[in-house]
């Protein structure tokens, strides 16, 4: 079973940069694809930040975060990056990664959060103003 840990957040300045990693425990971590997602106190779902295909080559952003975040992984080190730069206060939230376990082309990134599993605990991430 799958078992993913996010770390890297703590609190930042607005227009600074913050780099998320997702450690990923699991021999078949190669063959999914892993997206990260973000809950801010005040919402009740998650909401789509970015993610990455099996290989790396195909990657998805929602609009909030396109031009401003890139999703990055390391097969080898069984590890996903969010490499998040110009933070801005209403970037503030917990941010999850999960594996898209659940159906259809289980390698390919998905912007849908019901179709990602083994859900982390989260980091948090702080932008002040």
């Known amino acids: 079973q799958e078992q993913l840990v996010e770390s890297g957040g703590g609190l930042v300045q607005a227009g600074g940069p913050l780099r998320l990693s997702c450690q990923v425990s699991g021999r078949t971590f190669g063959n999914y694809a892993v997206g990260w997602f973000r809950q801010a106190p005040e919402k009740e779902e998650r909401e789509f930040v970015s993610?990455?295909?099996?290989?790396?080559?195909?990657?998805d952003y929602g609009d909030i975060v396109k031009d401003r975040f890139t999703i990055s992984r390391d097969n080898a080190k069984n590890m996903v990056y969010l490499q998040m730069n110009a933070l801005q206060p209403e970037d503030t939230a917990v941010y999850y990664c999960?594996?898209?376990?659940?159906?259809?082309?289980?390698?390919?990134?998905?912007?849908?959060?019901?179709?990602?599993?083994?859900w982390g605990l989260g980091t948090q991430v702080t932008v002040s103003s």
């Open positions: 993610a990455i295909s099996w290989n790396g080559a195909v990657t």
């Open positions: 999960a594996v898209r376990v659940r159906s259809g082309a289980l390698w390919s990134p998905s912007p849908d959060s019901s179709q990602y599993g083994y």
